[in-house]
């Protein structure tokens, strides 16, 4: 993840840990998450929900009950309390029902004086009270090595679990290049839909991942199945269910991971400006079969995994008005009303596949605002029967058994 603070990016990197973590360690981490919980519960009583207004209130009294506990992790403690409450407050606010806060999971988080690491040797060196340290050694990979070598990365917080520990890097906001060129993206169930412009030449760019939408009906029916199964005892369907949740979760990240790199690695090679639809009010059209929010998310998450990755490597996306991008044609701008299938067709004659027109359309809209560099564009350039295909499925991560991801959609 990769969250702009004043113009700095921070990235969180996982490391897991050569052995278990000590049992000093275990138990800092347990009064760790017994500081939050009491912070948490203070500052619903007193109304707060900032770190600094915490210290002030209750740091004397934490000081009493944790006596050795290091000081730089108290108030870090009050830190990730004060996120749990603002967390809270919003859904409050929001009218949505929740119950207090509670941190149920052991974790603790260290700022970025409050440990050390060996970037040679992949040792953090973590103090838990005064005369008391602990080194942790972490699993260090090729991928690993990139963030620990680049010297042009500092270091922020850490955040330990029992299993493994994020460590977050942080840069300055690369500036974006000028974009030479533009891939424009049109964001759909099943696959990305596009143009690529260079110059005069412009190609059909297809990036697919249908798999995603066959793993969520999946997960979706299994998790109907359990409930049935399971419909004389909510707890344990609850907790099946959000079992599979996760796993479904964790699925689809991966491929959507896989995706935005091949996207990302193409505009990196041709110095191409990203263009995709703001996704901010879109609706999606299908309500029973799917659960609305389930069909949208993934294309929300990819979105947000092109435009964080873009970010790190500087560059361009740029978010376009998506209105009538699908029902007007960029050769003379009439806006079609009436439904159609796959193939866009208009009265002055050019006709094109839906999606890609819709593409085209986005580009245009970049082109007009001056989003898009001194980029031009001529529909007419349109070379209808070359697609490049930037991502087949059968690449990424173990696909379904279900024989129809291995077509990849050649036009
Ligand atoms: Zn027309």
Request: hydrophobic share 40%.
């Given at each position: 993840?990769?969250?702009v603070?004043?113009e700095?990016?921070?990235?969180?990197?996982?490391?897991?840990?050569?052995s278990?973590l000590?049992?000093e360690?275990?138990?800092?981490l347990?009064d760790?998450?017994?500081?939050?919980?009491?912070?948490?519960?203070?500052?619903l009583?007193?109304?707060?929900?900032?770190?600094?207004?915490?210290?002030?209130?209750?740091?004397?009294d934490?000081?009493?009950?944790?006596?050795?506990?290091?000081?730089?992790h108290?108030?870090?403690?009050?830190?990730?309390?004060?996120?749990?409450?603002?967390?809270?407050?919003?859904?409050?606010?929001?009218?949505?029902t929740?119950?207090?806060?509670?941190?149920?999971?052991?974790?603790?988080?260290?700022?970025n004086?409050?440990?050390?690491?060996?970037?040679?040797?992949?040792?953090?060196?973590?103090p838990?009270?005064?005369?008391?340290?602990?080194?942790?050694?972490?699993?260090?990979?090729?991928?690993?090595?990139?963030?620990?070598?680049?010297?042009?990365?500092?270091?922020?917080?850490?955040?330990?679990?029992?299993?493994r520990?994020?460590v977050a890097?942080?840069?300055?906001?690369p500036?974006?290049?000028?974009?030479?060129?533009?891939?424009?993206?049109?964001?759909?169930?099943?696959?990305?839909?596009?143009?690529?412009?260079?110059?005069d030449?412009a190609?059909a760019?297809e990036?697919?991942?249908?798999?995603?939408?066959?793993?969520?009906?999946?997960?979706?029916?299994?998790?109907r199945?359990?409930q049935k199964?399971?419909?004389h005892?909510?707890?344990?369907?609850?907790?099946?269910?959000r079992?599979?949740?996760?796993?479904?979760?964790?699925?689809?990240?991966?491929?959507?991971?896989?995706?935005?790199?091949s996207?990302?690695?193409?505009?990196e090679?041709?110095?191409?400006?990203?263009?995709?639809?703001?996704?901010?009010?879109?609706?999606?059209?299908?309500?029973?079969?799917?659960?609305?929010?389930?069909?949208?998310?993934?294309?929300?998450?990819?979105?947000?995994?092109?435009?964080?990755?873009?970010?790190?490597?500087g560059i361009?996306?740029?978010?376009?008005?998506p209105r009538n991008?699908?029902?007007?044609?960029?050769i003379?701008?009439?806006?079609?009303?009436?439904?159609?299938?796959?193939?866009?067709?208009?009265?002055?004659?050019?006709?094109?596949?839906?999606?890609i027109?819709a593409?085209?359309?986005?580009?245009?809209?970049?082109i007009?605002?001056?989003?898009?560099g001194?980029?031009?564009?001529?529909?007419?350039?349109f070379q209808?029967?070359?697609?490049?295909?930037?991502?087949?499925p059968?690449?990424?991560?173990?696909?379904?058994?279900?024989?129809?991801?291995?077509?990849v959609?050649?036009a």
């Amino acid at each position: 993840m990769v969250i702009v603070k004043d113009e700095m990016l921070v990235k969180g990197v996982v490391f897991y840990l050569e052995s278990d973590l000590p049992s000093e360690a275990m138990f800092l981490l347990e009064d760790f998450r017994l500081a939050v919980n009491n912070a948490i519960r203070a500052g619903l009583q007193a109304r707060v929900t900032s770190r600094n207004a915490l210290v002030k209130i209750v740091y004397k009294d934490f000081r009493r009950e944790h006596p050795r506990m290091y000081s730089q992790h108290l108030v870090s403690a009050f830190e990730v309390a004060g996120n749990a409450l603002k967390n809270h407050r919003r859904r409050v606010r929001k009218g949505v029902t929740c119950r207090i806060p509670y941190v149920k999971r052991l974790m603790m988080k260290a700022e970025n004086q409050a440990y050390k690491l060996d970037r040679e040797s992949g040792v953090i060196d973590l103090p838990i009270r005064a005369g008391c340290h602990v080194e942790l050694k972490l699993v260090v990979s090729q991928y690993h090595r990139e963030y620990l070598g680049d010297v042009s990365l500092s270091l922020g917080s850490l955040t330990i679990l029992p299993n493994r520990v994020v460590v977050a890097f942080r840069k300055d906001a690369p500036k974006p290049f000028v974009p030479e060129s533009a891939l424009s993206l049109d964001t759909n169930e099943r696959s990305l839909d596009g143009v690529f412009v260079e110059g005069d030449a412009a190609k059909a760019i297809e990036v697919e991942f249908r798999e995603v939408a066959i793993i969520q009906q999946r997960h979706h029916d299994r998790r109907r199945r359990l409930q049935k199964k399971k419909a004389h005892d909510r707890r344990t369907s609850r907790n099946l269910c959000r079992r599979e949740g996760a796993r479904e979760h964790h699925r689809i990240d991966c491929r959507l991971h896989h995706v935005a790199n091949s996207v990302l690695k193409f505009a990196e090679e041709r110095k191409s400006a990203i263009v995709l639809e703001d996704l901010k009010g879109i609706r999606s059209k299908r309500s029973k079969e799917l659960n609305r929010r389930l069909s949208l998310w993934p294309r929300r998450k990819l979105h947000q995994i092109i435009e964080y990755k873009a970010q790190w490597k500087g560059i361009p996306v740029v978010k376009v008005d998506p209105r009538n991008s699908s029902r007007t044609c960029p050769i003379c701008r009439r806006i079609q009303y009436s439904r159609m299938g796959t193939e866009f067709k208009c009265e002055c004659g050019w006709h094109l596949d839906r999606h890609i027109n819709a593409s085209i359309n986005l580009l245009q809209t970049a082109i007009s605002k001056g989003m898009a560099g001194g980029l031009r564009f001529n529909p007419g350039a349109f070379q209808h029967d070359v697609m490049m295909i930037l991502y087949a499925p059968s690449r990424g991560a173990r696909s379904e058994p279900n024989g129809t991801s291995s077509i990849v959609g050649v036009a």
